[in-house]
């Protein structure tokens, strides 16, 4: 059985969604922030030394990072290709892959900087251009991906679309939605899906 070790608020919730999503037999275990410093606690790196979430085990594999446990999911329980194109359509397979890995590795850093700008209360000049030009760009190109589709691949809803409903999700909270009206109406489609709602329940976000 999977073991999903879920730090509460923060994008952990996605993996319990993914595996909602796979009908994949697993356990929660739950992890709660520093009330002061929002950072994890010992307890999360007594699992893993970095002390992040998500992180899974399944059997002896202990493996941390969002893309990679999508990956490994993906390869082991979604055997029909439901949720992400075969990898013997390698130009689809790689589409795929591209969105996969764009929310955590070009998205989240400017939305990272707003954040901590906020909670600082603090004005950094630099720092503020820097996240407000590549949070439009980002926004801008997810909003133009979705101007003629209802998921981020086209039509159908597929593992892609977990990592960009965090960012964008995570961009609605910092305020940042208000000209992507396309964006609002792609997150209330995901964030109604039953698996999602059912994964709200169990990790009790
Ligand atoms: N790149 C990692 C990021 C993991 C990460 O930073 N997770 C946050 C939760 S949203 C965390 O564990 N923060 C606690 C801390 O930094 O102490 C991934 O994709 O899983």
Redesign the pocket.
């Known amino acids: 059985m999977i073991i999903l070790h879920h730090?509460r608020i923060?994008?952990?919730m996605f993996a319990v969604w993914q595996l909602e999503e796979l009908g994949v037999d697993y356990e929660i275990k739950v992890y709660h922030?520093h009330p002061e410093t929002f950072?994890?606690q010992e307890d999360l790196k007594a699992v893993h030394p970095l002390?992040?979430?998500?992180v899974i085990e399944d059997g002896d594999l202990l493996l941390?990072?969002?893309?990679a446990i999508t990956t490994y999911l993906l390869e082991k329980f979604d055997t029909q290709n439901k949720f992400a194109p075969p990898r013997s359509d390698i130009e689809e397979w790689a589409k795929f892959t591209q969105w996969l890995h764009y929310p955590?590795g070009s998205v989240f850093g400017p939305l990272l900087v707003r954040m901590i700008l906020l909670r600082s209360g603090q004005e950094h000049q630099a720092l503020n251009a820097y996240s407000e030009r590549e949070t439009a760009l980002h926004l801008g190109h997810i909003s133009d991906q979705l101007a003629e589709n209802e998921f981020i691949l086209g039509n159908s809803f597929s593992a892609a679309d977990f990592g960009v409903t965090y960012v964008v999700s995570l961009a609605k909270r910092l305020g940042q939605l208000q000209p992507y009206a396309s964006l609002d109406a792609y997150l209330e489609r995901n964030l109604s899906r039953p698996a999602y709602k059912r994964a709200v329940e169990k990790a009790v976000e």
């Open positions: 730090l923060g994008r952990s922030r950072l994890a002390g992040k979430s998500p941390s990072e969002s893309g955590e």
